[in-house]
């Protein structure tokens, strides 16, 4: 079996920091009003922090191809749930209201 390369602390170290100002930056821009980019913007530095994570401390920087296929699998089925979630969603605003049913009216 083959063994990972020996990753230097100065790695480690470069991508903590790193992790701690994108958080800061997360933090910052959570007080700005982006209008309807801050959805992208919150979910572009998750992304960011999230791959850096997988990549450096879960070592899949080094792993062989077989984890990166499982990763990749994965990778596959949460993108699946989710766009079929959000298909869901997006598509409830073109069924009928059901007879009798009025805005607001039938709501607990």
Known sequence: MAHSPIVPQR???????????????TVDVAFYD???LNISVALALATTKALLV????????YSPRLIWGFVGAALFWFLLI???????????????EPPGWTSG???P
Do not use: C, S
């Open 11 to 25: 790695v480690y170290w470069l991508v903590f920091i790193t992790l701690l100002l994108l958080t800061l930056v």
């Open 82 to 96: 989710v766009g079929l979630t959000g298909a869901d969603i997006f598509t409830r605003d073109w069924l009928p």
């Open 54 to 61: 997988v990549f450096y401390f879960m070592h899949l920087k």
């Open 34 to 36: 982006l209008g309807w």
């Open 105 to 107: 009216e039938n709501v």
